[in-house]
């Protein structure tokens, strides 16, 4: 029973995670082409934006790994941890492409 609730924990909060793949690669393909629009497709934040794809699969991997001899409860809190490091990554990213754009 403890390992399907795991791998249902697991699945669960993996949804939550791929919104924020989803979105960083949203903006990877949308962002760049509003750029071009605005006459700016030079200040393009290449790097920021392919840290918005990359960094979410690669937190929530990293947690699942460093939590997988946990019980289920601490299992659970260290994956809604790496939620959380996502979302102020997340947010962190958006300002800095905001204010590199700005600033070139």
């Known amino acids: 029973m403890s390992r399907v609730a795991r791998i249902a924990v697991t699945v669960v909060l993996g ?34 934006l392919w840290a918005s794809v990359l960094l979410p699969p690669l937190i929530f991997a990293g947690a699942a790994v460093v939590a997988r001899r946990q019980p289920l409860a601490r299992y659970t809190l ?19 492409a905001g204010a590199s754009v700005s600033l070139a």
């Open 15 to 48: 949804l939550l995670a791929a919104w924020f793949l989803f979105d960083g690669i949203s903006n990877l393909l949308a962002f760049p082409q509003q750029l071009e629009a605005l006459g700016v497709a030079e200040r393009t934040p290449w790097v920021i």
């Open 78 to 96: 260290v994956l809604i941890v790496a939620l959380c490091v996502i979302a102020t990554s997340r947010l962190s990213l958006i300002a800095a």
